[in-house]
């Protein structure tokens, strides 16, 4: 079965990096195109960034253009998302993605990020 396991969450200060990795299995993964959304409690879950199945496609939220970066690697079934220059109002859970929207398909479990003052 489809298993997305997020890893790399955790306190980080204003200003500084994390980076997030998914790793996953049970699907054809270098087919499948895949995305990082986040979730505020009480709010929706928002895209944060998506990319194409061979990597060569990148969307991003504008919250977050020119700070992360998406990336692949489909000899390793792996989605990483490097975060740079973190904002309080980036703590959340981030969570990764299999589907064509945020109303199907699946999630992994989430990593909590937050950043302090």
């Known amino acids: 079965q489809v298993q997305l396991v997020e890893s790399g969450g955790g306190l980080v200060q204003f200003g500084g990096s994390l980076r997030l990795s998914c790793v996953a299995s049970g699907f054809p993964f270098s087919a499948a195109p895949m995305s990082w959304y986040r979730q505020i409690p009480g709010k929706e879950r928002e895209l944060v960034a998506d990319?194409?199945?061979?990597?060569?496609?990148?969307n991003y939220a504008d919250s977050v253009k020119g700070r992360f970066t998406i990336s692949r690697d489909n000899r390793k079934n792996t989605v990483a998302l490097q975060m740079n220059s973190l904002k309080l109002e980036d703590t959340a859970v981030y969570y990764c993605?299999?589907?064509?929207?945020?109303?199907?398909?699946?999630w992994g479990q989430g990593t909590q990020v937050t950043v302090s003052s």
């Open positions: 990319i194409s199945s061979g990597g060569g496609t990148t």
């Open positions: 993605h299999l589907g064509r929207s945020s109303s199907e398909g699946y």
